[in-house]
């Protein structure tokens, strides 16, 4: 990664239909990012791959548009109250050093094990993470919404009630989104967790929202709003990085981002008309989907690795497409749920509004 | 005969101002494609360049897209803020 490039090789022709399928996907993966506060970023990664762009270049442009995306969307939703800016930025550091770690990491299984390892190595990542962590996060968003008590207040796991009882003098701070002080010493092992993790499927947020949820009691609003903010961080840090080294294609990072702030703030309206735990549900939701996603694509880096039989090309290009499609899946149906949330929202909405002006129109 | 509480205004002022500038940018980086990616490309100091850009699009893009769903009527929710 630290070889310098050729310009010209790094940077596709773009076409009418590139562009617009790099608009729609932005849109979509703006609008999931906005509700649950992550998760567009991979599908655009894969999805510049698929039009032709190298992969570095594809992770570079993708953080370029994701750290101002996760501004405006950061913004959006502080004006509803969700945001605990303290915590992001707080998170967002020990975030940074994880990210650093993270690539180190990927680098050296590249160096070792070439393409396929790394495929491999990512590729277990997201089944694990995803695979425990989301069946976490969607078990937890269905019982609320079985119990009935989807309006109360969201409870505070033991795990989350012990680091709050934590107290290591100097090292305290108070953060509004949990209404308590918490040592730092607690954040900065989750927010480096986040990063590594961000480094390694470019998804951070499916351990930073669980994390911030589950270990230190934050809401699940104020949790996928303040991962915004991490995002913001570590899109910023690692966009330099990959900056100075000449692998950003502005184009495709502007075009996506012509999209994604439609839908970002779509998905931030979005959260303003439904329950709490339906962040949790959209969010285990796209992840136990995505989980088979890449969990197709694992026999495949095992056959290039050598460690099973090789694979028929046509079995490698069903299970390909198959994955790719899933994912598509994952995030259609995501974006489907927000969208229709904001449609019955509004609709009632307007309703309750026109009832209450007949009424006053009835007193006069 | 007064109406309770007066209907917000609708920003299409700032709709169009900010979607001219946004067009604007974009025509811009369409066009003088060539240029930009050399400039862009070139890493070291040339690395705030892209993240200007990113900076600059932001502000005005986001700007218009926040106004086209507002005047469009797809705002929040009307209630006070759910912890």
Redesign the interface.
């Known amino acids: 990664m630290h070889d310098v490039v050729t310009q010209v090789s790094n940077f596709i022709d773009l076409t009418w239909m590139n562009m617009t399928y790099l608009f729609l996907v932005g849109f979509v993966g703006g609008l999931v990012s906005g509700f649950i506060g992550s998760g567009g970023a991979f599908v655009l990664t894969p999805g510049m791959m698929s039009i032709g762009v190298p992969a570095l270049v594809s992770v570079a442009s993708n953080m370029c548009h994701k750290f101002p995306k996760a501004l405006i969307g950061s913004l959006k939703r502080a004006k509803y109250g969700q945001v605990d800016v303290k915590l992001g930025l707080v998170l967002g550091a020990s975030a940074e050093a994880g990210v650093l770690y993270g690539a180190h990491i990927q680098e050296s299984i590249k160096k070792a094990f070439g393409d396929a390892g790394s495929n491999l190595y990512v590729s277990v990542a997201f089944v694990l993470v995803l695979g425990i962590v989301g069946t976490i996060v969607l078990r937890d968003a269905l019982k609320s919404n079985k119990s009935g008590n989807a309006y109360e207040k969201e409870k505070v796991t033991k795990l989350a009630r012990w680091v709050q009882s934590i107290n290591i003098p100097g090292t305290m701070v108070y953060f509004k989104s949990i209404n308590a002080k918490v040592s730092v010493l607690m954040t900065i092992p989750l927010g480096f967790a986040t990063g590594m993790l961000a480094a390694t499927i470019a998804v951070g947020g499916f351990l930073g929202v669980p994390a911030m949820m589950y270990v230190l009691g934050a809401p699940s609003l104020m949790a996928s709003a303040t991962e915004l903010v991490i995002a913001f961080v570590m899109g910023l840090g690692g966009s330099f990085k990959y900056a100075m080294h000449g692998l950003v294609d502005i184009r495709l990072s502007m075009i996506i981002l012509a999209g994604s702030l439609f839908g970002i703030q779509l998905g931030a309206i979005g959260t303003t008309y439904v329950k709490p735990f339906m962040i949790k549900l959209v969010m285990g939701l796209i992840m136990v989907i995505v989980l088979f996603s890449r969990g197709l694509m694992v026999p495949v880096y095992l056959s290039q690795l050598g460690v099973i039989q090789t694979l028929g090309e046509g079995t490698v290009k069903i299970l390909k497409t198959t994955s790719f499609a899933i994912m598509i899946l994952a995030l259609l149906i995501g974006a489907g749920v927000v969208l229709n949330a904001i449609w019955k929202g509004i609709r009632e909405e307007k309703l309750q509004n026109s009832t209450k002006e007949v009424l006053e129109h009835g007193k006069i | 005969?007064e109406r309770?509480g007066v209907r917000k205004k609708k920003p299409i002022g700032k709709l169009v101002l900010m979607g001219v500038v946004s067009a604007a940018l974009?025509v811009t980086?369409?066009m003088k494609?060539d240029i930009?990616?050399?400039y862009?490309?070139?890493?070291?100091l040339?690395?705030?360049?892209?993240?200007a850009?990113?900076?600059i699009?932001?502000f005005f893009?986001?700007s218009f897209?926040?106004s086209?769903?507002t005047v469009l009527?797809?705002?929040?929710?009307?209630?006070k803020?759910?912890?």
Do not use: C, N
């Not at chain 2, 862009?40 to 070291?44: D, L, M, Q």
């Not at chain 2, 009527?73 to 209630?79: D, L, Q």
């Open positions: 005969m309770k974009y980086l369409l494609q930009i990616i050399d862009f490309g070139r890493g070291g040339y690395a705030f360049l892209p993240i850009a990113a900076f699009f932001s893009h986001g897209t926040g086209f769903w009527g797809v705002e929040a929710r009307k209630k803020e759910v912890k």
